[in-house]
C-alpha cells in the first residue's frame, strides 16, 4: 500500500487472528484527524508503515524497493503532503537534519549489525546529529524507546538519549505474557 492520498474505506482485515499494520491503517482512515503528525506502524511480520496525515489528506510510505526501514521525524517527506507541512521555516529543529542522520546510517548498516545496538547509537547521536540540541535553543527530546517486535524487547531513554542511557523496559512482554495467561496461578497463590 503505498502512497495512498485518499481518506477513504478501510483496509481489509488480516485474514489471521493476528494485528497488523494494513488493518492498522484502515482503522486510522476511519478516525477524524485533527493534527498534522507522522505515525510509525510496524508489526513482528516484518511490515511497516509511516503514515503522514492532517486533516485534509494521508498518505502512507513504506519501506523504499531493497530497504528494510522506515524513518519519519517531524515532517512530512510525502511529495502529496508537503502543501500541507506547516512548520513555520525548513528544518526546524533540526527535523531535516535528523531523518537524513538515520536515513544515511540505515543505508550503510549492513544486515549483520546488532539492530538495537544500531537504533541506540543513531538516536543518541553518536552516528551523526540526532538529539543533541544545546540547551539555548529550549528544545528537548523527553523520551526515545526502540523495540525489537518478534519478542517484545524494548529499551527507553528517559530524557534526551544522548546523555541518558537507555534501559531495558520489561513492562510489555510481561504484559503481554500475562495477558496471554503464562501467569496463570501466579498471581493466587
Known sequence: MRRSSKRSGGCPKDSGARSSVQE??????????????????????GDMAVVECCSERMAVRTPKEGERFVITSNHFTEPSMLVYDGRPEGNWFF????????????????????????????????????????????????????????????????????RVKYAEDTRLAWAMQKKKGAFKGYFTR
Open 24 to 45: 492498522a491503517i484502515g482503522q486510522l482512515r476511519s478516525l477524524p484527524i485533527g493534527a498534522s503528525q507522522n505515525i510509525m506502524m510496524a508489526d513482528k511480520h
Open 95 to 162: 527535523s531535516e537534519t535528523r531523518y537524513e542522520t538515520a536515513l544515511r546510517v540505515l543505508r550503510m548498516s549492513g544486515h549483520g549489525c546488532d539492530a538495537i545496538e544500531l537504533a541506540k547509537r543513531i538516536l543518541s547521536g553518536k552516528l551523526g546529529f540526532a538529539c543533541q540540541y544545546k540547551k539555548e535553543m529550549n528544545f528537548d527530546s523527553l523520551w526515545s524507546f526502540i523495540v525489537r517486535l518478534n519478542d517484545l524487547t524494548l529499551f527507553r531513554a528517559e530524557g534526551n538519549p544522548s
